[in-house]
């Protein structure tokens, strides 16, 4: 079997499936209680903040666990929505965000805010001078994601960091769940207020994830209880959860210094591969590229019928985002990127990790020739 699609999800690391049955085994007790297993288990807790604090060049108080990308896009924008809608009811995003940062403000629209959804150029990027001209003086928020989760466009996040410290007034959130562990974010550096992370992209487990919420910024919380996670994010801590994450994260970085050279290196061969497969047309921009995506279409072959053809062979790979595969409905990240609708219908993502090897991309191209033309000469 050759995996090629890691932004979907990655296979847990060994070790985070040892550390997770181990933490719910043996310090299965509630972090909240005040009893002895209560409180090992809040210790393994802080321990586990301590450490991606330490990864991310945090503080540990701005650290909250959530249970992935999605609670944490909606954390920051709604919380952020809910606080400050007295202040001001507007907010500016692409028009490209994962559907989790997309229907959070769809929602808000119909609760009264006002959206500006900022264009791409042909490559899935925005323009700084775009966004600044957007901001008015009821703007909040600005959220933009770091690494697109189908085509792999890197965003402008540090320009647009340099651009709102003129702006001290309006708080930014950085969806950076494609990009850790590929493309560096300095979170002090450049002025982000929160970034959102997701265990599983990075081999941690399903429903584990983080928000970063800078030191002296606030949200209203959206789940009402307990008042865990400093009354932000009410309900029984994953004690097993964050430990596996916080193990994933200290390991996938641990590997990113000789992984990185690796994967650069397979998606130059699988681009390169790829280019000489007849009326291929390759969507994922040179520059501005995270190194883990290639996102192509083969002219006039669906994509789901090109991916099942792929897994007969043993090779797995997707549509759009996995949030969104199942709809069968052209990629609008491709449409607003000015893609034909009919070459959208045959977009086809690549993704790899650090596990992928050199002989797998070879494999793999092999197939996707194969594939294509078995196709074709059925459709002829």
């Known amino acids: 079997m050759i995996y090629l699609d890691n932004s ?29 297993m209560g409180a090992q288990a809040e210790k393994l807790l802080s321990q586990a903040r301590e450490q991606v604090s330490k990864l991310l060049k945090v503080k540990p108080s701005e650290i909250y ?6 609670e944490g896009n909606n954390l920051a924008i709604k919380g952020t929505a809910l606080l400050h809608k007295n202040k001001g009811r507007h907010l500016i995003t692409s028009s490209v965000e994962h559907p989790s940062v997309r229907s959070a403000m769809e929602q808000l629209e119909q609760e009264g805010f006002e959206i500006t959804y900022l264009p791409v150029d042909r490559y899935g990027r925005i323009s700084v001078a775009d966004l600044e001209s957007a901001i008015r003086k009821d703007t909040i928020l600005i959220s933009i994601m770091h690494v697109n989760n189908e085509v792999g466009t890197v965003q402008p996040i540090e320009e647009i960091g340099d651009l709102l410290k003129k702006y001290p007034t309006i708080l930014f959130h950085v969806d950076a769940v494609q990009s850790i562990g590929k493309i560096p974010l300095l979170l002090k550096e450049g002025r982000v207020d929160f970034c959102s992370i997701s265990g599983h992209k990075f081999h941690g487990l399903k429903g584990t994830g983080a928000l970063y919420i800078r030191e002296g910024t606030r ?6 209880g307990g008042n865990q996670e400093r009354k932000l994010r009410s309900g029984t801590e994953n004690v097993a959860g964050a430990v596996a994450m916080a193990k994933a994260l200290r390991m996938t970085l641990t590997k990113a210094e000789t992984g990185l050279v690796r994967m650069k290196k397979i998606q130059s061969m699988l681009r390169n591969g790829l280019t000489e497969i007849e009326d291929v047309q390759i969507h994922t921009p040179h520059e501005h590229a995270a190194p883990h995506i290639i996102n192509f279409s083969l002219k006039g072959i669906k994509s789901e019928v090109f991916i099942h053809s792929l897994e007969q062979k043993g090779i797995y790979v997707s549509t759009t985002s996995a949030c969104s595969s199942k709809k069968k409905s052209p990629s609008k990240t491709l449409l607003v990127m000015g893609v ?12 790899l990790s650090f596990e992928n090897s050199i002989e797998e991309a070879i494999t793999a191209l092999e197939g996707f020739k194969e594939s294509a033309d078995q196709l074709r000469k059925v459709m002829k």
């Open 65 to 70: 666990f959530t249970s992935g990308g999605t």
């Open 340 to 351: 034909p609708e009919t070459l959208a219908e045959s977009a086809i993502r690549i993704s």
């Open 219 to 224: 949200l209203a919380p959206l789940f009402s």
């Open 8 to 36: 979907a999800t990655t296979k847990p690391f060994k070790e985070v499936l040892d550390s997770f049955v181990t933490v719910s085994s043996e310090y299965y007790g509630n972090p909240s209680s005040l009893h002895n």
